[in-house]
Structures are given as structure tokens and as C-alpha cells.
């Protein structure tokens, strides 16, 4: 599986972007996605996951209520409509693939990642 972001950019504290994710691959649709973000300084954390199905989804505590992952297994591409951005937001985020029927917030449960996309916001 290959995965290409796209939709990073700058944009003001408050706004919105939406950031996507295409997969290449047969496996796509058996696999849970899943967006992880690393700032300057910091670890990659977790954003937020979907299951294969669309079903179950997780999502970090600091981006609740804002942030919404969504996932067209018909496109082979995930989604993260990230609303009333804040400047602590700004990172490379990065899409990934889980192993088939995994998700989660675990770095480990990825088999496959993509290159990253530059999100700042700024203040």
C-alpha cells in the first residue's frame, strides 16, 4: 500500500482544512487509517483512527469536537476535516495503514505510512 497526503497549508487560528489521503493497494478496505501528527521539537502523536468499515473511530483528546475522520473505501482514501484550528495544531501530519483488522492509537499497529503534509496555524 502506498499512500499519498495531500491538503496541508497555512491558515489563521480558527479556520479549517481538510486534509486527504489516497491508497494505492487492493488492501485498503480491510484495513483501519489512521492521521498522526509531529511538531518541531516533538514526538508523533496520535490524531485519530477508523476501522476498515467506517464504524469505529478514535480520537485524541486534544483535537475532540474538532477534528473529524472520515474514509471512501470506494476512492481508497481517508479524510481529517480539522475545524477552529489552534496554533499548537501546527505539525506534519501523516496518514498510515493498520494491518488488516486493527486500529488503534498505537504507532505499531501501522504497516504503512505516508510522507506527511505541513499544517501551520497561525496566531
Known amino acids: 500500500v502506498q499512500l499519498q497526503a495531500s491538503g496541508g497549508g497555512l491558515v489563521q487560528a480558527g479556520g479549517s482544512l481538510r486534509l486527504s489521503c489516497a491508497a494505492s493497494?487492493?488492501?485498503?478496505?480491510?484495513?483501519?487509517t489512521g492521521w498522526f501528527r509531529q511538531a518541531p521539537g516533538k514526538e508523533r502523536e496520535f490524531v485519530a483512527a477508523?476501522?476498515?468499515?467506517?464504524?469505529?473511530?478514535e480520537y485524541a483528546d486534544s483535537v475532540k469536537g474538532r477534528f473529524t475522520i472520515a474514509r471512501d473505501n470506494a476512492k481508497n482514501t481517508v479524510y481529517l476535516q480539522m475545524s477552529s484550528l489552534k496554533p499548537e495544531d501546527t505539525a506534519v501530519y501523516y496518514c498510515a495503514v493498520s494491518r488488516p483488522g486493527i486500529v488503534g492509537s498505537s504507532p505499531s499497529f501501522y504497516d504503512y505510512w505516508g510522507q506527511g503534509t505541513l499544517v501551520t496555524v497561525s496566531s
Open positions: 493497494g487492493r488492501s485498503f478496505s480491510i484495513r483501519g
Open positions: 477508523v476501522s476498515s468499515s467506517g464504524v469505529r473511530i
